[in-house]
């Protein structure tokens, strides 16, 4: 995936190669760079191949040395790339590459493709792996070599957690709190993911690939018609309910009342992507969950979602608009939102969704009635749903 970056070309001067700027790397005042015959060596062969093995393989065979040392010479071959990108004379191709370690996905009809080190394939997406070995909705690379130093583009949303951009043929990501991950990289379409990324595989690092892994399967699914709703759902009489709310407005609470008075099975503890199939909602199961640890692989019939608000004394339905349904539905929902091309999708299912199904106002208290209050209503309105 590595490729000369334009601008440089490698020249004998005396018995020294020099890797001579010209162009734009002049006026940027970029500097020649000297090789040994090694170096020279590797640039000329990265014409050919771009593969790290091959590439070692080639050196061990110029310098007749035994197979024996390809571990210590695949370090050195590492460390000289490093090298080049850091100095922006290398850089990377957007393009899947694939990897001896390799793992499907299946996750809401979608397949994914993680290569790289099975080190750090996060065991959260386990329960979705899949046997399929068609050609991916979406390829994600966890690459540990450094990405290449280049301007990321126009900024599009940056908050304390993350930073989008967008350049000519990619979005570019950086996770400032996530100190594995140095950046990552997607084409316009979903369909392929660069993540560059220590190559530890510590129980933090993990958790933050598993969480930054969330972010492009969402933009994936958003451009699929499914989005997702920051909420908490179980299974009442063959449907799936969703209780949203701003963080302790007691989703949770709310949800294991239900499962402790009336047995409801819990399907997701924080998050759970809705679409629509043959004029049915759907909610699809979710690897994702926070730190619930709920989840479940299967699709149910969405019945409504219930907007959920703390009241200290007594348990009441607050009456709303169409409009307000369709805002607040809005808000809750955690896929992109980058554009306004974003948001308008967003607005549009939102807007499909409370048309069609119950979108409920609960302003509760944490006690047993308030699941009791809210089954009464479900069970209500439950002759009335399509």
Not at 252 to 259: A, E, I
Not at 316 to 323: C, H, N, P, T, V
Not at 362 to 380: G, V, Y
Request: glycine share 6%; net charge negative; hydrophobic share 40%.
């Amino acid at each position: 995936m590595l490729k000369h970056s334009s601008g440089y070309t490698l020249k004998k001067v005396g018995n020294s190669w020099y890797l001579l700027p010209f162009g734009q790397q002049v006026a940027d005042q970029h500097k020649a760079v000297v090789l040994n015959e090694t170096g020279a060596f590797l640039w000329n062969t990265l014409e050919h191949t771009s593969d790290l093995e091959e590439l070692t393989h080639h050196l061990a065979r110029y310098y007749e040395v035994p197979e024996s040392t390809c571990p210590e010479l695949r370090e050195d071959v590492q460390t000289f790339f490093r090298q080049l990108l850091s100095f922006g004379i290398l850089e990377e191709n957007l393009a899947p590459k694939r990897r001896d370690d390799t793992l499907n996905l299946e996750i809401a009809g979608l397949l994914l493709r993680l290569n790289g080190p099975a080190s750090l394939f996060p065991k959260e997406f386990s329960a979705f792996a899949s046997e399929k070995s068609e050609l991916p909705d979406q390829e994600i690379d966890l690459v540990t070599l450094p990405p290449s130093p280049k301007a990321n583009g126009t900024v599009l949303l940056r908050n304390p957690e993350l930073t989008v951009m967008e350049a000519a043929d990619r979005y570019v990501f950086l996770f400032p709190t996530m100190k594995n991950i140095r950046e990552a990289s997607m084409t316009k379409d979903g369909s392929y993911v660069r993540i560059s990324c220590a190559p530890t595989s510590t129980e933090e690092n993990l958790a933050n690939l598993f969480h930054a892994i969330r972010l492009f399967f969402l933009f994936l699914a958003q451009k699929r018609g499914r989005f997702a709703l920051h909420s908490a759902s179980l299974l009442y009489q063959g449907k799936a309910w969703l209780f949203s709310g701003h963080s302790g407005m007691g989703k949770s609470t709310h949800t294991n009342l239900w499962h402790e008075l009336f047995q409801t099975p819990l399907l997701n503890g924080d998050l759970n992507l809705l679409g629509q199939k043959d004029g049915r909602f759907l909610v699809y199961g979710l690897p994702w969950c926070g730190t619930s640890e709920i989840f479940t692989t299967e699709t149910q019939k969405l019945g409504g979602i219930v907007l959920l608000g703390r009241d200290p004394e007594k348990d009441f339905i607050q009456e709303l608009s169409a409009g307000e349904k369709t805002v607040r539905v809005m808000q809750r929902l955690i896929s992109p939102c980058w554009s306004e091309e974003q948001l308008s999708e967003n607005l549009a299912f939102s807007e499909a969704l409370a048309e069609n199904l119950p979108v409920l106002s609960f302003l509760c208290t944490k006690n047993p009635s308030a699941a009791c209050t809210m089954k009464e209503e479900i069970d209500r309105i439950g002759g009335l749903l399509p």
